[in-house]
């Protein structure tokens, strides 16, 4: 039986790793052409070639977010390959907690850069394609933290609050183009940048999960599975959502 995404492209940056990869991986199980970006070269590679021998189509191209030259090469090989951009998942970002009064300009320029400069970037030519084919949608990367305030690291908070702010408003800009933006907020989801952290500091483990009303860590598959339904047919009248995927973290207080 074909798939909800036969016959489109997904684009999917931060796609080597955690979320990014499942995400990926759930897009070719859909029957989508899967477009795999991310910095790290052997991972993105190892990911497209996994969903090519599981009977998919993929490409991963090496890219940073950051630089528009990068972003701008990754959506022209997108459409030298595939010739169209149906989907986009923004989802490369980085963490790294600072107290705010010892951050510096490099910490600050570091999150902001590809947090928030990542998803403008993206953005700026996934649209520019869609706006060609006539629509489209996108899926922003932004966090829980997005939502609500994070003490333990604000610079991440506030450039996830800044993805928050871009989709609602980039959202209302281009939904009479039959384009649709909306953004994900996970919780603590068990990935391989947290598994480092716990491992570095068991404890960190214990306090995530106490954020969690339902009682664990998320995994990458189930908010794998949120985006591809933000992203399908079943989800065309939303757009300009923050959609918490996150166990009930920001739901109140807990």
Same mark, same amino acid.
């Given at each position: 039986?074909?798939g909800?995404?036969?016959?489109?492209v997904? $684009?999917? +940056?931060?796609?080597?790793?955690?979320?990014?990869?499942?995400?990926? *991986?759930? /897009?070719a199980?859909?029957?989508a052409?899967?477009?795999?970006?991310?910095?790290?070269?052997?991972?993105?590679? @190892?990911?497209?070639?996994? *969903?090519?021998d599981s009977?998919?189509?993929?490409?991963?191209? @090496? +890219?940073?977010?950051s630089?528009?030259k990068?972003?701008?090469? !990754?959506?022209?090989?997108?459409?030298?390959t595939y010739?169209?951009?149906?989907?986009?998942?923004?989802?490369?970002g980085?963490?790294?907690?600072? !107290?705010?009064?010892?951050?510096n300009?490099?910490?600050?320029?570091?999150?902001?850069?590809?947090?928030?400069?990542?998803?403008?970037l993206?953005?700026?030519? @996934?649209?520019?394609?869609?706006l060609? +084919?006539?629509?489209?949608?996108?899926?922003?990367? &932004?966090?829980?933290?997005?939502?609500?305030?994070?003490?333990?690291?604000?610079?991440?908070?506030a &450039?996830?609050?800044?993805?928050?702010?871009?989709?609602? &408003?980039?959202?209302?800009?281009?939904?009479?183009?039959?384009?649709?933006?909306n953004?994900?907020?996970?919780?603590?989801?068990?990935t391989?940048?947290?598994?480092?952290? /716990?491992? &570095?500091?068991?404890?960190?483990?214990?306090?995530?999960?106490?954020?969690?009303?339902?009682?664990?860590?998320? +995994?990458?598959?189930?908010?794998?599975?949120a985006?591809?339904? $933000?992203?399908s047919?079943a989800?065309?009248?939303?757009?300009g959502?923050a959609?918490p995927?996150?166990?009930g973290?920001?739901?109140?207080f807990?």
């Amino acid at each position: 039986m074909p798939g909800q995404f036969e016959n489109k492209v997904a $684009l999917v +940056t931060g796609g080597n790793s955690g979320i990014g990869k499942a995400t990926a *991986i759930r /897009f070719a199980q859909e029957g989508a052409k899967v477009v795999i970006a991310a910095r790290r070269i052997e991972e993105g590679e @190892q990911v497209a070639t996994e *969903i090519r021998d599981s009977g998919g189509d993929a490409i991963f191209v @090496q +890219t940073d977010v950051s630089i528009t030259k990068d972003v701008e090469a !990754l959506v022209a090989k997108t459409l030298e390959t595939y010739g169209r951009l149906d989907c986009a998942f923004n989802n490369a970002g980085v963490g790294g907690g600072v !107290l705010l009064h010892e951050a510096n300009d490099e910490d600050y320029d570091r999150v902001m850069n590809v947090n928030l400069r990542g998803v403008w970037l993206c953005m700026k030519y @996934q649209i520019t394609e869609m706006l060609r +084919t006539g629509g489209g949608s996108i899926v922003n990367d &932004s966090s829980a933290a997005g939502i609500a305030g994070f003490a333990r690291n604000p610079l991440y908070s506030a &450039s996830k609050h800044g993805v928050v702010g871009l989709t609602k &408003s980039a959202a209302l800009q281009y939904a009479p183009d039959g384009i649709r933006i909306n953004a994900i907020c996970p919780g603590a989801v068990r990935t391989p940048m947290m598994e480092s952290a /716990f491992a &570095s500091n068991p404890s960190t483990e214990e306090w995530f999960t106490s954020l969690e009303p339902i009682g664990r860590l998320g +995994t990458s598959e189930e908010i794998a599975d949120a985006v591809l339904w $933000l992203s399908s047919d079943a989800a065309s009248f939303v757009t300009g959502a923050a959609m918490p995927v996150d166990g009930g973290a920001v739901a109140g207080f807990w």
